[in-house]
């Protein structure tokens, strides 16, 4: 039986707590079975960013620069969607 949890209460990616409005904006529901597959989508994300030079590598950075892109937003949006 899958455990599906309120969007509010999004804990298992510890400080990233503010993707719980870029989860939501995906329709993503964060189950026991997909939330090691949504950490690894916005990693992946992340990384490949910061290596093509398009936001900071370090989290806390990247976290506002897509924050403040809405490009960026709906790029890692359009990904977590592929999740649904």
């Not at 992340?46 to 806390?60: L, T």
Request: with cysteine; glycine share 6%; charged share 30%.
């Amino acid at each position: 039986m899958a455990l599906t949890l309120e969007l509010k209460s999004v804990n298992f990616l510890g400080c990233w707590k503010w993707f719980n409005g870029v989860l939501k904006e995906a329709e993503v529901q964060v189950t026991d079975e997909n939330k090691g597959k949504i950490d690894e989508v916005i990693h992946k994300y992340i990384g490949e960013q910061s290596s093509y030079g398009r936001c900071s590598a370090d989290w806390k950075k990247a976290r506002k620069e897509i924050k403040e892109s809405p490009e960026m937003k709906q790029e890692l949006i359009a990904q977590l969607k592929m999740l649904v």
